[in-house]
């Protein structure tokens, strides 16, 4: 009986972990669809602002125009910004950030270029400290779903570091969102700006749905706005390298907004599949532990069955 006791108590302890795993999961997966909200929302201002610098990119030379954030240097240092999150049980998602990061450390070692870091996420603060790495700023505790007020907290901090040239260039690490079971950490290359790489491609938006009780992602391609030269007769009441000097730090702004994004929705994803595998693992050990647990209560049974005609026999 203490064994059926044991089995039973398991039982009941894997049952009570299942409901916290499926409610965490449930959690995840309506922050996933604010995140995705969130992307769409913040879509129109970045399609707008892409085609505002496209149509001043074909009026002007941005080779001619002597604009700091376009100015390339010879590396000697760079800046390391890194997204993590601030919690685990989401899988793999943080250790594969901070494997990506480590990669690129040893990269710029081996070429003797030095590196700072800015880390976004408790999880690489508290990784990158405890091996005393060289930290610039750290930014912990953000919201759930990223803002632009926190987005442009970041990016004063990377131009500060750009512009005063204490940094020669700025790489940007995050988890790029690919579907609720994959995603994937690429470097990018922030400061400084690409003047080629302004015009926006294509893009997709993923939909999370549900159908028959399971979630499915969808995805389909974002209605980009054709970008459209500015009119030839268009006069500028401001020189046109000023408003491209006041447009450029709005875009890296939104570059990193839609980054934070994308590495929430990854996170949010991961954790999702994690608490839905862990609440699959914790259906089988259920039905594992029930079985045993029918078996020890047979085998029970059995002996009491076979003590009582024991005993009758010996009654005779």
Known sequence: MANLKFIRDRIQSVKNTKKITEAMRLVAAAKVRRAQEQVIATRPFADRLAQVLFGLQTRLKFEEADLPLLKQRQVKKVALLVITGDRGLCGGYNSSIIRRAEERIQDLKKEGIEYTLVLVGRKATQYFQRREQPISETYVGLEQVPTAAEAAKISDELLSLFLSETVDRVELIYTRFVSLVNSRPVIQTLLPLDPQGLETPDDEIFRLTTRGGQFKVEREKAPAEKLQDLPQDMIFEQNPVDILDALLPLYLNNQLLRALQEATASELAAR????????????????????????????????????????AEALK
């Open 272 to 311: 999702m599949t994690a608490m839905n595998n862990a609440s699959d693992n914790a259906s089988s050990l259920i039905s594992a532990l029930t079985l045993s647990y029918n078996k020890a209560r047979q085998a029970a049974i059995t002996q009491e069955l076979l003590e009582v005609v024991g005993g």
